[in-house]
Protein backbone atom coordinates (compact mmCIF):
# COMPACT_ATOMS: atom_id res chain seq x y z
CA UNK A 1 0.00 0.00 0.00
CA UNK A 2 1.21 3.78 -1.09
CA UNK A 3 2.12 5.78 2.12
CA UNK A 4 1.38 9.57 1.62
CA UNK A 5 4.43 12.17 2.48
CA UNK A 6 4.17 13.25 5.67
CA UNK A 7 3.41 17.00 5.99
CA UNK A 8 4.68 20.17 8.34
CA UNK A 9 1.10 21.13 7.81
CA UNK A 10 -1.20 21.12 10.92
CA UNK A 11 -2.39 17.52 12.44
CA UNK A 12 -5.76 17.50 10.22
CA UNK A 13 -4.12 17.51 7.22
CA UNK A 14 -1.86 14.63 8.60
CA UNK A 15 -4.96 12.94 9.19
CA UNK A 16 -6.34 13.29 5.70
CA UNK A 17 -3.09 11.72 4.52
CA UNK A 18 -3.24 8.93 6.24
CA UNK A 19 -6.54 8.58 5.29
CA UNK A 20 -5.96 8.32 1.69
CA UNK A 21 -3.34 6.11 2.18
CA UNK A 22 -5.49 3.95 3.95
CA UNK A 23 -7.81 3.77 0.89
CA UNK A 24 -4.90 2.89 -0.93
CA UNK A 25 -5.26 5.77 -3.12
CA UNK A 26 -1.92 7.37 -5.47
CA UNK A 27 -0.31 9.91 -4.49
CA UNK A 28 -0.80 12.77 -6.66
CA UNK A 29 3.07 13.74 -7.96
CA UNK A 30 3.66 16.51 -9.92
CA UNK A 31 6.84 18.14 -11.57
CA UNK A 32 7.08 21.47 -12.25
CA UNK A 33 9.56 23.33 -14.87
CA UNK A 34 10.88 26.86 -14.34
CA UNK A 35 14.04 29.12 -15.11
CA UNK A 36 16.16 25.63 -15.72
CA UNK A 37 17.35 23.54 -18.66
CA UNK A 38 15.23 20.91 -18.09
CA UNK A 39 18.40 18.38 -16.71
CA UNK A 40 16.19 17.21 -13.69
CA UNK A 41 13.46 16.06 -15.46
CA UNK A 42 16.23 14.37 -17.98
CA UNK A 43 17.89 12.37 -15.17
CA UNK A 44 14.49 11.77 -13.36
CA UNK A 45 13.91 9.65 -16.83
CA UNK A 46 16.81 8.06 -16.21
CA UNK A 47 14.95 6.30 -13.51
CA UNK A 48 14.53 3.57 -15.87
CA UNK A 49 12.85 0.62 -14.86
CA UNK A 50 12.17 2.05 -11.41
CA UNK A 51 9.60 4.54 -13.61
CA UNK A 52 7.51 1.42 -13.68
CA UNK A 53 7.49 0.66 -9.84
CA UNK A 54 6.95 4.76 -9.08
CA UNK A 55 3.59 4.79 -11.80
CA UNK A 56 2.75 1.93 -9.51
CA UNK A 57 2.69 4.51 -6.68
CA UNK A 58 1.94 7.68 -7.94
CA UNK A 59 -0.35 9.34 -10.03
CA UNK A 60 1.37 11.95 -12.20
CA UNK A 61 -1.33 15.48 -12.17
CA UNK A 62 1.13 18.00 -13.75
CA UNK A 63 4.38 17.58 -15.34
CA UNK A 64 6.35 18.84 -18.46
CA UNK A 65 6.65 15.55 -19.38
CA UNK A 66 2.43 15.51 -19.47
CA UNK A 67 -0.20 17.45 -21.24
CA UNK A 68 -1.54 19.01 -18.24
CA UNK A 69 -2.11 22.96 -18.54
CA UNK A 70 -3.41 23.80 -15.34
CA UNK A 71 -1.92 23.27 -12.08
CA UNK A 72 -4.29 20.95 -9.86
CA UNK A 73 -5.60 21.43 -6.57
CA UNK A 74 -4.53 18.95 -3.93
CA UNK A 75 -1.56 17.52 -4.79
CA UNK A 76 0.51 15.30 -2.56
CA UNK A 77 4.48 16.06 -3.57
CA UNK A 78 5.76 18.64 -6.08
CA UNK A 79 9.34 18.38 -7.57
CA UNK A 80 10.27 21.70 -8.69
CA UNK A 81 13.13 22.16 -11.43
CA UNK A 82 14.76 25.77 -11.93
CA UNK A 83 14.89 29.25 -10.02
CA UNK A 84 12.61 31.49 -10.65
CA UNK A 85 13.53 34.23 -12.74
CA UNK A 86 10.06 36.45 -14.23
CA UNK A 87 6.57 36.59 -13.49
CA UNK A 88 5.14 33.49 -14.89
CA UNK A 89 8.01 31.67 -12.61
CA UNK A 90 6.60 33.68 -9.46
CA UNK A 91 2.80 32.98 -9.75
CA UNK A 92 3.28 29.68 -10.61
CA UNK A 93 6.05 28.82 -7.26
CA UNK A 94 3.49 30.79 -5.58
CA UNK A 95 0.15 28.67 -6.73
CA UNK A 96 2.14 25.49 -6.27
CA UNK A 97 2.90 26.49 -2.60
CA UNK A 98 -0.66 26.76 -2.02
CA UNK A 99 -2.30 23.72 -3.73
CA UNK A 100 0.87 21.08 -2.61
CA UNK A 101 1.20 19.21 0.76
CA UNK A 102 5.06 18.66 0.35
CA UNK A 103 7.39 20.85 -2.09
CA UNK A 104 11.06 19.69 -3.54
CA UNK A 105 13.48 21.68 -5.13
CA UNK A 106 14.62 19.82 -7.87
CA UNK A 107 18.13 20.36 -8.31
CA UNK A 108 20.93 23.54 -8.44
CA UNK A 109 18.99 25.44 -10.15
CA UNK A 110 15.71 25.44 -7.64
CA UNK A 111 17.86 25.29 -4.33
CA UNK A 112 20.68 28.04 -5.36
CA UNK A 113 19.75 30.17 -8.71
CA UNK A 114 22.71 28.08 -10.35
CA UNK A 115 23.39 29.46 -13.85
CA UNK A 116 20.24 31.40 -14.23
CA UNK A 117 21.20 33.61 -11.11
CA UNK A 118 24.32 34.42 -13.75
CA UNK A 119 21.68 36.75 -14.72
CA UNK A 120 21.79 38.64 -12.18
CA UNK A 121 25.33 41.00 -12.40
CA UNK A 122 23.36 43.01 -15.41
CA UNK A 123 20.58 45.05 -14.23
CA UNK A 124 17.58 43.73 -16.21
CA UNK A 125 17.54 46.59 -18.91
CA UNK A 126 21.27 46.23 -19.34
CA UNK A 127 20.63 42.25 -19.98
CA UNK A 128 17.48 42.86 -22.82
CA UNK A 129 20.10 45.78 -24.30
CA UNK A 130 22.95 42.93 -24.26
CA UNK A 131 21.08 40.43 -25.55
CA UNK A 132 18.92 41.97 -27.96
CA UNK A 133 20.71 45.11 -29.37
CA UNK A 134 22.27 43.47 -32.11
CA UNK A 135 19.26 41.82 -33.24
CA UNK A 136 16.16 42.33 -35.19
CA UNK A 137 13.52 44.45 -33.31
CA UNK A 138 12.99 45.52 -29.79
CA UNK A 139 13.95 43.79 -26.45
CA UNK A 140 10.66 42.08 -25.11
CA UNK A 141 9.51 44.09 -21.99
CA UNK A 142 7.40 41.35 -20.91
CA UNK A 143 3.66 41.19 -22.67
CA UNK A 144 1.45 38.25 -22.67
CA UNK A 145 3.94 36.41 -24.90
CA UNK A 146 7.15 37.41 -22.71
CA UNK A 147 6.82 37.41 -19.00
CA UNK A 148 8.60 40.26 -17.60
CA UNK A 149 11.82 39.53 -16.11
CA UNK A 150 11.86 39.77 -11.85
CA UNK A 151 15.05 42.35 -10.65
CA UNK A 152 16.81 38.88 -9.97
CA UNK A 153 17.23 35.46 -10.05
CA UNK A 154 16.30 33.38 -6.81
CA UNK A 155 16.17 30.01 -5.89
CA UNK A 156 12.47 28.89 -4.84
CA UNK A 157 13.17 28.36 -0.83
CA UNK A 158 13.70 32.39 -1.06
CA UNK A 159 9.79 33.09 -2.68
CA UNK A 160 7.80 30.38 -0.75
CA UNK A 161 8.78 27.72 1.69
CA UNK A 162 10.15 24.47 0.88
CA UNK A 163 10.17 21.19 2.47
CA UNK A 164 12.97 19.22 1.01
CA UNK A 165 16.04 19.80 -0.93
CA UNK A 166 17.58 17.43 -3.92
CA UNK A 167 21.12 19.12 -4.97
CA UNK A 168 22.66 18.59 -8.44
CA UNK A 169 23.31 19.62 -12.05
CA UNK A 170 20.83 17.52 -12.42
CA UNK A 171 20.61 15.06 -9.15
CA UNK A 172 21.57 11.98 -10.41
CA UNK A 173 19.01 9.52 -10.51
CA UNK A 174 19.79 7.36 -7.61
CA UNK A 175 20.02 10.76 -6.03
CA UNK A 176 16.20 11.14 -7.01
CA UNK A 177 15.29 8.05 -6.45
CA UNK A 178 16.27 8.10 -2.71
CA UNK A 179 14.36 11.41 -2.53
CA UNK A 180 11.51 10.78 -3.99
CA UNK A 181 10.91 6.94 -2.24
CA UNK A 182 11.45 8.25 1.31
CA UNK A 183 8.75 11.07 0.18
CA UNK A 184 6.12 8.05 -0.64
CA UNK A 185 7.04 5.97 2.30
CA UNK A 186 6.23 9.30 4.11
CA UNK A 187 9.67 10.02 5.84
CA UNK A 188 11.64 13.43 5.29
CA UNK A 189 14.17 13.14 2.68
CA UNK A 190 17.53 12.63 3.80
CA UNK A 191 20.47 12.39 1.86
CA UNK A 192 23.31 11.07 2.80
CA UNK A 193 26.82 12.74 2.46
CA UNK A 194 28.20 12.01 -1.28
CA UNK A 195 23.94 12.83 -2.31
CA UNK A 196 24.51 16.49 -0.80
CA UNK A 197 26.87 17.71 -3.39
CA UNK A 198 25.97 20.53 -5.82
CA UNK A 199 27.09 20.35 -9.42
Not at 34 to 61: P, Q, T, W
Not at 70 to 94: I, R, S, W, Y
Not at 132 to 155: I, K, N, Q
Not at 171 to 199: C, H, K, N, Q, Y
Request: proline share 10%; with cysteine; glycine share 8%.
Amino acid sequence: MTRLPASKAEPGKRREASDQAQTGAKVRLATVWLAGCSGCHMSFLDLDERLIELADAVELVYSPLADAKTFPEGVDVTLVEGAVANLDNLEMALQIRERSRIVVSFGDCAVTGNVPGMRNWLPVDDLLNQVYAEGPGAPPRGDEVVPALLPRVVPLHHIIPVDAFIPGCPPDPERIWTAVSALLRGEPVILDEPMRTFG
